[in-house]
């Protein structure tokens, strides 16, 4: 069974540009999260998803930050402009429903390098 | 708000227990979580204990929790070189996992 899946695994750009990032749940999870994971850090929430629909996107700066799941699949994260404090590791995390450990299965991230 | 904290590295020779520690804040915390995350990888549960629980092993790792004092540890025995990683210690209230906090992380570095 194939993972989260995410791309591009690293990115550098300069400050100012937009960026955006793709992820591909497990088949079948309907919850996705994108969490922010800063150097030394742990992870950190930016958005949930419940299907197609952001349920938690308290901790999202909105002003730069977007994410959408139209179908409730895929989910994409856009930043624009991107700022230098932006560069980070950003995360994809998906959980099924019936579980009752609450375990997250996360992609291996997208790098995020703002120049 | 909540918070969950624990030292940033520790060393350990192959072949000794590894002992990862962490303190939360919430007292609400149901469970609690050690997630593993490999250089270059997203994080991957290890284990998970109950609040309800003051001990879990499986194989090598024995979770130990002090509710009281909301301490939790991760205890690796006979450590290997493939366990060199960071640790993430996390809590949540609920049983889904749509409001875990994690920690920031132990990395673990194995010496010969």
């Known amino acids: 069974e194939a993972g989260v899946v995410q791309s591009p695994r690293y990115k550098i750009i300069e400050k100012k540009q937009p960026v955006a990032f793709w992820c591909n749940p497990i088949?079948?999870?309907?919850?996705l999260y994108w969490y922010l994971q800063n150097l030394g850090q742990g992870p950190e929430l930016l958005i949930r998803?419940?299907?197609?629909?952001?349920?938690?996107d308290s901790q999202l700066p909105k002003d730069r930050f977007s994410a959408e799941r139209l179908k409730g699949v895929d989910s994409t994260l856009k930043i624009q402009p991107a700022e230098l404090g932006d560069s980070a590791v950003y995360l994809c995390?998906?959980?099924?429903?019936?579980?009752?450990?609450?375990?997250?299965?996360f992609g291996e991230g997208s790098r995020l390098t703002v120049l | 708000g909540e918070d969950v904290e624990q030292s940033l590295f520790l060393s350990v020779r192959e072949g000794d227990s590894s002992v990862i520690n962490c303190t939360y804040t919430?007292?609400?915390?149901?469970?609690l979580y050690w997630y593993k995350q490999e250089p270059g990888a997203g994080l991957q549960l290890l284990t998970y204990?109950?609040?309800?629980?003051d001990m879990k092993q499986d194989q090598r790792l024995t979770v130990l929790l002090n509710k009281k004092d909301k301490h939790l540890s991760l205890r690796i025995a006979d450590t290997q070189t493939g366990d060199s990683a960071i640790y993430f210690c996390?809590?949540?209230?609920?049983?889904?996992?749509?409001?875990?906090?994690f920690g920031s992380g132990t990395r673990l570095s194995i010496r010969p």
């Open positions: 919430d007292s609400s915390s149901t469970y």
């Open positions: 204990i109950f609040s309800n629980m």
């Open positions: 996390a809590e949540s209230r609920y049983s889904s996992a749509s409001k875990i906090i």
């Open positions: 998803y419940e299907n197609e629909e952001a349920v938690d």
């Open positions: 995390a998906s959980s099924g429903q019936g579980a009752n450990t609450g375990e997250l299965f």
């Open positions: 088949s079948g999870h309907n919850t």
